[in-house]
Structures are given as C-alpha cells and as structure tokens.
C-alpha cells in the first residue's frame, strides 16, 4: 500500500503552554476529563499554528489548475451554466467557482491581504490584473486536451495564456505607466507567487479510461513530467516562486465512491482504496518534483502542500469540529449515504424515471465537507486553508524562518 505522511513541523503551542494554560490542565481536571475528551483535546492541539506560521508575502500571484482554484475561467471561456445555489454562502450568487462560497485560493488571497485573483478568460467588467491573474479552469488536466476533451484549457494551455499575457502586459505598461493600475508590475512576474494545483482530472478520467489501477499507475511519471517541465519553462521565464498543491483523497468523492465504491475496494471511511493509492503515489512523485527543483535550481523556492493529508485528516474527524456529513454531497439529490445521482447536477430540474426531481442544497453547508459530489465546501475550504497557514502540511525550506502573519 502506498501512502504519503503528513508534512508535519513540531508545533511548540502543544509542549509550552502558557501560564494561565498550566492552571486550567491541572492534574484534577485531565481526571475529570473522560477520555474522549482528551483525545478530541490533543487533535486540536496538533492543528494549532507553528510558532513560525507560512508568511505569504508576495505582490501577486499566478495561478494554473483545475476546478479546486477556478475563479470564473470556466464560465467565461466555455460559457459553462454554473447555475445557483452555486456561491449562495458567501458572494450571494454564482462567481464562477464550483462551490457554495469561496475556495482554498481565495482564502489564501486573503491572508496575503491581496484582492481575489480575476480568471484571465473574462474581459467583461474591465477585471485588474494589477495583483496577479488566474489561468486554472474547471475540468483542465496536465495532458495536453484531444478532441474528445471536455475542457481545451489543459496545463500547457493555460502556459500559453501567461505568457502572451505577461508579453503583451508589458509592452501595454512601457507605453502606459497608468496601466498599473490595472496590470503587474514588471518586478511582480519575478517576485510573485506561481500557484499549481492540477493533476486530479488526469487521475479520474484515466480510471475510467485505462480501466485498471496498474495502468493508471503507469500513466503517473507522465503527468509529473508534464507538470515539471511546465515548471523549468516558468522558471526559464523568470518565475522563483513556486507553490505546488498535492491533490486531495479522490476516492472521497461521492461520485467516484457511487461509481467504483463496491464493498471490496473501500477503506474504513468509506473511501475507494484504488483512487487514493493514485493520489498518494502522484502525490509522492509531484513532492519529488519540487525537492529536485530545489536542487538543481538554486534560485527557486518550492514548497510542496499535503493537500490530501489535511482533507483526509478532515473527513476522518470531521464531528470534531461541526460537519456532521464527511462524505454526502451537500448539493445533490438521492438522499443518504452520499445524496449523489450523476444524472442531476447540484441546481438543476430534471425528469427521472418519470418524477420531476431537484438537486436542492443542505440546509446548513457548514454541515458537509463536499458541496456538490466533486468539489468541497465553503466551510471546508476554510479549514483547510487555516491548516495551510499554519506551515505544518508544507515542506518549504526557504520559508522555514520566515516571520510570522499578522
């Protein structure tokens, strides 16, 4: 069995505590705990920040993918009808991301004190790009599309669009300094950040069209080689900065557990063994990609995030910290366990079997962990980024000292 362990630092919070702390976790009191209690106590523990928490300071970012970091590429170069209550938690309406409010990327745009990134598919509403831009779109894979793709904008793609656009941003502001306004500063394509967090769609399409795990597992040093060379090419270009995703526990989904979910392939949780055994060993290789990157390339700063230690660490103990539904879909239709058919779409109305049926959300989303069958929630999302801000699920050496947020 395969498996990637999670990137953990020693979090002193959990060994010093402070005095006040020293009186409460007295002798009496840990005896009056039952035992649920402390073990729930010491989970908590080991998610409280580092002392030297990640420090994200950069003046933009750029960022490649898939739906996990889409902002609106899909909508705006497909015209693809993400439809409500799709971002009915937090912007109100649709925003083009595949959740019920925002994703892992906005928050970490927050904590940099930066604005959302704009996708750099939409034009309308003049969108400033002055603090970075957004080339990931849903559905995107590493392998270049085909004709019987669904979404055109693959990895190399979506390199394609930086560069014309990091060409054509700089010839605009050598004739317009105005432009800043609205466009990166020439210094920012160096000092920004380069976020990817890709390589999930490559995993779920092939099991469905290599069949067996082995050729799946096959196919693996071919999707790392893509992202990898994607990355020097950056790199070539300029780019230091290097933010790399693991992808998360695919076999959690509900729609990959309603369809590959049969009783001899599912782990403890209810998860499908093979898809995870996947993600670990492209998640293992793509951790590979980025220590090699650090040292055959002394001027980059790589950090790799164990995307999928914290979502799985989050499904197994979700009770722990409210959601009452690990792996049902919040938006969906069927009911318990996973409340996912795949002939109806989180909003949408359709005929089944001769019933007029809706895929209504939950009411409470800060309840379930999976929005839709296939995305996370809000509130999940939430979650992990908090984790991600802590510095105990990346492996960043050139960040190990870096001060604290604010």
């Known amino acids: ?29 840990f005896m ?15 998610f409280l920040p580092t002392i030297s928490p990640l420090s994200l300071n950069y003046p933009a970012v750029f960022n490649f993918g898939d ?33 019920d409010g925002r994703l892992i990327i906005d928050f970490l745009m927050e904590a940099m004190e930066l604005p959302y990134l704009n996708p750099y598919l939409d034009s309308v509403g003049s969108p400033s790009f002055e603090t970075g831009c957004n080339f990931a779109t849903g559905g995107s894979t590493i392998l270049p599309a085909n004709a019987a793709s669904i979404n055109p904008f693959s990895f190399n793609l979506q390199l394609y669009q930086f560069f014309r656009f990091k060409k054509r941003a700089l010839a605009l502001l050598s004739k317009d300094k105005e432009l800043q306004k609205f466009l990166p500063a020439e210094g920012y394509f160096k000092q920004g950040l ?47 900065n290097f933010w790399i995703h693991s992808t998360g526990p695919l076999g959690c989904l509900p729609r990959i557990i309603a369809t590959f979910g049969k009783n001899d392939n599912l782990d403890e949780l209810g998860c499908v063994n093979s898809h995870n055994r996947a993600a670990n060993v492209f998640n293992m290789k793509l951790h590979d990609v980025c220590v090699n990157f650090l040292a055959q390339l002394p001027e980059a700063n790589c950090t790799y995030v164990d995307i999928y230690s914290m979502k799985l660490s989050l499904i197994s103990t979700h009770s722990l910290y409210g959601f009452q539904q690990p792996l049902a879909a919040c938006c969906g239709y069927g009911g318990p366990p ?69």
């Open 338 to 406: 996973l409340n996912f058919d795949s002939r109806i779409a989180c909003g949408l109305t359709k005929d089944l079997n001769g019933s007029i049926v809706t895929a209504n959300p939950c009411n409470n989303t800060a309840e379930y962990i999976n929005w839709d069958g296939n995305h996370y929630t809000e509130a999940a999302n939430r979650f992990v980024a908090d984790l991600i801000l802590t510095g105990n699920y990346s492996d960043s050496p050139h960040l190990a000292n870096a001060p604290s947020l604010t």
């Open 1 to 29: 069995m395969f498996a990637v362990q999670p990137l953990l630092r020693e979090s002193n919070y959990c060994f010093v505590l402070p005095k006040i702390w020293s009186v409460v976790f007295s002798f009496q009191f």
């Open 194 to 240: 380069y976020m990817i967090d890709i390589g999930q769609n490559d995993l779920d399409t092939a099991f469905y069209s290599l069949k067996s795990e082995e050729n799946v597992l096959a196919l693996i040093p071919q999707l790392v080689s893509g992202l990898e060379y994607g990355m020097k090419i950056l790199y070539d270009s300029g780019a230091r």
């Open 67 to 99: 739906s996990n970091s889409d902002t609106g590429g899909l909508v705006a170069g497909k015209a693809f009808p993400l439809i409500p209550p799709n971002g009915e938690t937090y912007f109100l309406k649709p925003s083009g991301r595949f959740c």
């Open 32 to 46: 009056a705990l039952n035992m649920h209690s402390i073990l729930k106590l010491a989970l908590i523990c080991s």
